[in-house]
């Protein structure tokens, strides 16, 4: 089972993105993953939970976040 963990959030932005054809195949099949594991999971959700897992896990973003709070 894929380890992610989706919430459901209010207010959501519209956002438009490109990608090559290959990363979308492969997030379609990620999003059938995650809908398996969460019931009402869309792509809306599951991209939001993927950018929020590797923001919290990215080092250098977390540094620089750190430095341009000061």
């Given at each position: 089972?894929i380890?992610?963990?989706i919430q459901?959030?209010?207010e959501?932005?519209?956002?438009?993105?490109?990608?090559?054809k290959?990363v979308?195949?492969?997030?379609?099949?990620?999003?059938?993953?995650?809908?398996?594991?969460?019931?009402g999971?869309?792509?809306s959700?599951?991209l939001?939970a993927?950018l929020?897992?590797h923001?919290?896990?990215d080092?250098?973003?977390?540094?620089?976040?750190?430095?341009?709070e000061?």
């Amino acid at each position: 089972m894929i380890d992610l963990n989706i919430q459901v959030q209010s207010e959501p932005v519209t956002r438009r993105f490109r990608l090559k054809k290959e990363v979308s195949e492969e997030f379609d099949l990620y999003v059938k993953a995650a809908q398996e594991k969460t019931k009402g999971a869309d792509e809306s959700l599951v991209l939001e939970a993927i950018l929020r897992n590797h923001l919290k896990r990215d080092k250098g973003f977390r540094a620089w976040l750190q430095k341009r709070e000061k």
